[in-house]
């Protein structure tokens, strides 16, 4: 049965060389855009989820803390954690791609 969501069990590793890691981060955003669904994708590399996602669902501790656009977390943190979360992998992690 299709639900309309899809959740690719593949981490993107640090260890991919940075080329390799974008071309295939690339790769996964046309994936998905031609999908025609919704993504699950888990990641604690907040420039991934900028790069390939429409909205962040920033956790901790098994709850949401915020949900939004990058844009949205980084101008407005809900949260402290959310601002150290940002802060410690720096703020200039690319912006989301207009979609």
Do not use: N, W
Not at 8 to 31: F, K, M, N, S, W
Not at 62 to 76: I, K, P
């Amino acid at each position: 049965m299709d639900h309309g969501i899809a959740s690719p069990g593949l981490p993107l590793t640090p260890a991919l060389d940075p080329i390799v890691r974008a071309e295939l981060q690339e790769q996964l955003a046309a994936l998905f855009a031609r999908l025609a669904k919704t993504v699950v994708l888990v990641t604690h590399d907040i420039r991934e989820a900028a790069r390939l996602g429409h909205t962040i669902t920033l956790m901790t501790g098994g709850r949401v803390v915020q949900h939004g656009t990058f844009a949205d977390l980084v101008e407005r943190p809900a949260t402290p954690f959310v601002r150290q979360f940002l802060t410690a992998q720096t703020l200039d992690a690319p912006a989301a791609p207009a979609r």
